[in-house]
């Protein structure tokens, strides 16, 4: 329960960074730029944060025992940083965001002092579960680098564009991370796998929006419009459960 919890309240703040996008236009001027001690706040919140999951993901599936105390100290210092970042660089016009950011990290804290050890997860469930993690992890940072290669794609109009918008959003704001490191700290319960089925929302998005919008692409083969990755990484969480691992518990 309180497993629960945690990564629930860990991964709040991921899913809650949709609200603070804002488009600000062209300026005719150069904008006021941070200086190195704001940036370098900003960017440990940043990475705080997002990454905070994917540490109690590993915990669970490889150091059960160190789930509660490690996972404290992590939440703990994500806390602190967000801290730190409302003091230094301030909230501008997320305040409310900010607030409810700050609520989730301190419910993940308290909710993981209170969890308990629990059996270690069989190791070929461990290693499906990590590689589900690491999937999703490398894609995404794949995807947030400047110079990536965005490969080729349907040219969806209307609705199916904006719906991929929308998940092309969720990508690069480590939803899908933390879609994955929820299904790794439930690993041991079936609903885990479910998580399966929301990982394969980008990964089959193109091809089945190619098919029923008869949106054409730039690709050689209509294969390069799944997104491998995450298909992959779906397959994997949806399977994670099948009777071959379970025969090792």
């Given at each position: 329960?309180?497993r629960l919890v945690?990564?629930?309240?860990?991964?709040?703040?991921n899913?809650?960074s949709?609200?603070?996008?804002?488009s600000f236009g062209?300026?005719?001027y150069e904008p006021?730029?941070?200086?190195?001690l704001?940036?370098?706040?900003?960017m440990a919140h940043?990475?705080?944060?997002a990454?905070?999951?994917?540490?109690?993901?590993?915990?669970?599936?490889?150091a059960?025992?160190?789930?509660a105390t490690?996972?404290?100290?992590a939440?703990?210092g994500?806390?602190l940083a967000?801290?730190?970042n409302?003091?230094?660089?301030?909230?501008?016009?997320?305040?409310?965001?900010?607030?409810?950011?700050?609520?989730?990290?301190?419910?993940?804290?308290a909710?993981?002092?209170?969890?308990?050890?629990?059996?270690?997860?069989?190791?070929p469930?461990?290693?499906?579960?990590?590689?589900?993690?690491?999937?999703?992890l490398?894609?995404?940072?794949?995807?947030?680098?400047?110079?990536s290669d965005?490969g080729?794609w349907?040219d969806?109009?209307g609705?199916?564009?904006?719906?991929f918008?929308?998940?092309?959003?969720?990508?690069?704001?480590?939803?899908?991370?933390s879609?994955a490191a929820i299904?790794?700290v439930?690993?041991?319960?079936?609903?885990?796998?479910?998580?399966?089925?929301?990982?394969?929302v980008?990964?089959l998005?193109?091809?089945?929006a190619?098919l029923?919008?008869?949106?054409?692409?730039?690709?050689?083969?209509?294969?390069?419009?799944?997104?491998?990755?995450?298909l992959v990484a779906?397959?994997?969480?949806l399977?994670?459960?099948v009777?071959?691992?379970?025969?090792?518990?």
């Amino acid at each position: 329960m309180f497993r629960l919890v945690a990564i629930l309240a860990a991964t709040a703040p991921n899913f809650l960074s949709i609200f603070m996008l804002q488009s600000f236009g062209w300026f005719a001027y150069e904008p006021p730029q941070p200086d190195a001690l704001e940036s370098a706040v900003a960017m440990a919140h940043a990475y705080a944060t997002a990454y905070l999951p994917v540490v109690l993901a590993f915990l669970a599936l490889w150091a059960p025992r160190w789930f509660a105390t490690a996972g404290t100290i992590a939440a703990a210092g994500t806390l602190l940083a967000t801290v730190v970042n409302v003091v230094v660089v301030g909230t501008g016009s997320f305040g409310p965001q900010m607030g409810i950011a700050l609520a989730c990290e301190a419910i993940a804290v308290a909710a993981l002092l209170r969890a308990r050890p629990e059996r270690r997860v069989p190791w070929p469930r461990a290693v499906i579960w990590s590689a589900v993690v690491l999937l999703a992890l490398v894609r995404t940072l794949a995807r947030n680098t400047p110079s990536s290669d965005p490969g080729c794609w349907a040219d969806m109009k209307g609705t199916w564009a904006l719906a991929f918008y929308h998940l092309d959003t969720a990508h690069g704001l480590y939803y899908w991370v933390s879609l994955a490191a929820i299904g790794a700290v439930l690993s041991q319960h079936r609903a885990a796998s479910l998580c399966g089925l929301a990982l394969l929302v980008p990964a089959l998005f193109q091809p089945a929006a190619w098919l029923l919008s008869d949106a054409p692409h730039n690709c050689s083969s209509a294969l390069e419009l799944f997104d491998w990755p995450y298909l992959v990484a779906g397959v994997l969480a949806l399977l994670s459960h099948v009777r071959l691992t379970r025969q090792t518990q």
